[in-house]
C-alpha cells in the first residue's frame, strides 16, 4: 500500500484459524466487540480499542455480527530501523500506558485509517506522517521487553544443537577405527 512500510485493511471478519505474522500488526476495532485470544490469554475489545500483535505471535479474533476491524501490517525489516524487535516483544494496548499517550496513539489511528478509507492516492503522504508519529509513539511511550518466545525458541535451539554435538561426538568416539 505505501512503499514497503506499513499495509492496512479493514474487515468484518474474524480469524477462521489462528494466525501468525512476521510483522507486527497494530489491532483497531472500530465498531462492535470482539475477543481476540493471544497464546493463551484472551482480550475483550470494545469500540476504539488497540493492541499490537508481535511477530510470530499466534492470535484469532472473533468479532460480533457489527464488528469491524482495522489492521494495521508494519514491515518488519523497516521497522527494525527504528525499534529493536529482534528479541524484543512490544506490548502496548488501549488499556496500559498513560492515559494521555493512550489518546494520541487512539487518535492517530483514527486519523490513519479514515485517510486510508478517504482518497488514498491523495492522502498517501499524511498516512505515512501519522505512521511515523505512531512508531515514535511505539518507541517513546510503549513497553518494549525480552520477548519470552524468541528466549524460549532460541533455548529450544541451543538444546538441540547441543544434543545434535553430543550424538556427533559419540559417533565419532565410538565408531571403529
Same mark, same amino acid.
Given at each position: 500500500?505505501?512503499? %514497503?512500510?506499513?499495509?492496512?485493511?479493514?474487515?468484518? !471478519?474474524?480469524?477462521?484459524?489462528? +494466525?501468525?505474522?512476521? *510483522?507486527?500488526?497494530?489491532?483497531?476495532?472500530?465498531?462492535?466487540?470482539?475477543?481476540?485470544?493471544?497464546?493463551?490469554?484472551?482480550?475483550?475489545?470494545?469500540? +476504539?480499542?488497540?493492541?499490537?500483535?508481535?511477530?510470530? !505471535?499466534?492470535? %484469532?479474533?472473533?468479532?460480533?455480527? +457489527?464488528?469491524?476491524?482495522?489492521?494495521?501490517?508494519?514491515?518488519?525489516?523497516?521497522?527494525? *530501523?527504528?525499534? *529493536?524487535? $529482534? +528479541?524484543?516483544?512490544?506490548?502496548?494496548?488501549?488499556?496500559?500506558?498513560?492515559?494521555?499517550?493512550?489518546?494520541?496513539?487512539?487518535?492517530?489511528?483514527?486519523?490513519?485509517?479514515?485517510?486510508?478509507?478517504?482518497?488514498?492516492?491523495?492522502?498517501?503522504?499524511?498516512?505515512? $506522517?501519522?505512521?511515523?508519529?505512531?512508531?515514535?509513539?511505539?518507541?517513546?511511550?510503549?513497553?518494549?521487553?525480552?520477548? !519470552?518466545?524468541?528466549?524460549?525458541?532460541?533455548? *529450544?535451539? $541451543?538444546?538441540?544443537?547441543?544434543?545434535?554435538?553430543?550424538?556427533?561426538?559419540?559417533?565419532?568416539?565410538?565408531?571403529?577405527?
Amino acid at each position: 500500500m505505501f512503499g %514497503s512500510l506499513v499495509r492496512l485493511e479493514i474487515s468484518d !471478519e474474524g480469524s477462521r484459524v489462528p +494466525e501468525s505474522h512476521r *510483522d507486527p500488526c497494530i489491532l483497531f476495532l472500530f465498531q462492535g466487540k470482539a475477543e481476540v485470544t493471544v497464546g493463551n490469554h484472551h482480550v475483550a475489545m470494545n469500540p +476504539e480499542d488497540y493492541m499490537v500483535i508481535n511477530s510470530f !505471535e499466534i492470535y %484469532s479474533v472473533s468479532l460480533s455480527d +457489527e464488528g469491524l476491524l482495522g489492521r494495521l501490517h508494519m514491515n518488519y525489516a523497516e521497522l527494525s *530501523d527504528y525499534l *529493536d524487535l $529482534a +528479541e524484543n516483544d512490544i506490548r502496548c494496548s488501549a488499556y496500559a500506558g498513560n492515559r494521555e499517550m493512550r489518546e494520541r496513539f487512539r487518535r492517530r489511528l483514527k486519523q490513519i485509517f479514515s485517510y486510508y478509507e478517504g482518497r488514498r492516492g491523495e492522502n498517501a503522504s499524511r498516512v505515512m $506522517a501519522l505512521y511515523f508519529e505512531l512508531l515514535y509513539d511505539l518507541r517513546m511511550n510503549c513497553m518494549v521487553k525480552k520477548s !519470552e518466545r524468541i528466549v524460549a525458541r532460541r533455548n *529450544d535451539d $541451543a538444546a538441540v544443537e547441543e544434543t545434535i554435538r553430543r550424538f556427533l561426538d559419540c559417533l565419532l568416539y565410538t565408531s571403529p577405527s
